[in-house]
Nanobody, 125 residues
């Protein structure tokens, strides 16, 4: 089992920034593609960003492209999501996830094997 623990969420105002972190343990971190997803009340969980095993490739949802940056530190078994220019529509629980698939950018929830418990991000207008 891989354990994923998110941190860094909070209540911010429109235009503010936040940096989410996810600490992984229990499995070899570099064997996994990492992703961030989010789920707003009454909505399905949606893809936000993903990063391949060595950090060389990233992919973003159109809704966050240019505002969010995903990164990973394989020496520390962590993945981050730097969020700029936050909007009320970004309000959601943000989840970190790990996928054994390493050959493609993974954007589908069903292809992720492990999930964190989530961290709440609330953006006030």
């Amino acid at each position: 089992q891989m354990q994923l623990v998110e941190s860094g969420g909070g209540l911010v105002q429109t235009g503010d920034s936040l940096r989410l972190s996810c600490a992984a343990s229990g499995r070899t971190f570099t064997n996994y593609t990492m992703g961030w997803f989010r789920q707003a009340p009454g909505k399905e969980r949606e893809f936000v960003a993903t990063i391949n095993w060595n950090g060389g490739n990233t992919y973003y949802a159109d809704s966050v492209k240019g505002r969010f940056t995903i990164s990973r530190d394989n020496a520390k078994n962590t993945v981050h999501l730097q969020m700029y220019g936050l909007k009320p529509d970004d309000t959601a629980v943000y989840y970190c996830a790990a996928s054994r698939i390493r050959t493609i950018m993974v954007i589908t929830t069903s292809l992720y094997d492990y999930w964190g418990q989530g961290t709440q991000v609330t953006v006030s207008s």
